[in-house]
């Protein structure tokens, strides 16, 4: 269960096909990345981005958590600015992703966990391997710096992890996976 999670759409009057009219959000957890659904609160000031505490106890916002919700039942605006939030989560969690980048093995004797990055070629992988065995790597400047063909860390992440709420993946390193589904690799 998610503590905290970031405004990613914002209905006032609800959804046009719910009976009950009530003003809702779409929600992506801050921890794990879930899709949420949640009716808010008559008096709660909602900004889309903002971080809003939905764990259990008293919420100055959410009245109830509605549902999880996967990527299709997202309104159109909720996944045009799903990607900028992702990017921002994971700049603000990045000793998260450091240490993943840091601790990464491999899944079998061909594939390592840093393959299933998008955008991360053999000879980058190489290149981190061997600079994280010099020295663990200690920020995404640090990656920039000492492995030049990553430009865009944070932009790598926010790729995978959007993909994996997709339910694009096959394997799942970030995301809790749909029922049914195996995850390996997770943190």
């Known amino acids: 269960m998610e503590d905290y999670a970031y405004v990613i759409e914002y209905m006032p009057s609800g959804r046009s096909a719910d009976m009950r009219k009530e003003p809702i959000v779409q929600l992506l957890g801050a921890q794990g990345f879930t899709l949420l659904e949640a009716s808010v609160r008559s008096d709660a000031n909602i900004v889309i981005g903002q971080k809003i505490f939905v764990g259990k106890g008293e919420r100055s916002e959410i009245e109830r958590i509605r549902k999880r919700i996967n990527y299709e039942e997202l309104s159109t605006s909720a996944k045009d600015v799903l990607p900028v939030i992702l990017k921002k989560m994971i ?29 991360l070629g053999k000879k980058s992988m ?19 710096a000492r492995v ?40």
Do not use: C, W
């Not at 700049?91 to 955008?119: K, Q, Y």
């Not at 694009?168 to 809790?176: A, I, M, N, S």
């Open 91 to 119: 700049e603000e969690r990045s000793v998260d992703f450091i240490a993943f980048i840091n601790r990464a093995r491999p899944i079998s004797m061909r594939v390592h966990t840093l393959d299933l990055l998008p955008g």
């Open 126 to 144: 190489e290149t981190l391997l061997a600079e994280r065995e010099k020295k663990p790597f200690e920020s995404f400047e640090d990656v920039k």
């Open 148 to 187: 030049p063909t990553i430009v865009d860390p944070s932009g790598i992440f926010a790729h995978r992890i959007l993909s994996e709420i997709e339910g694009l993946e096959k394997h799942y390193l970030f995301v809790r996976p749909p029922a049914g589904l195996q995850d390996i690799g997770r943190r």
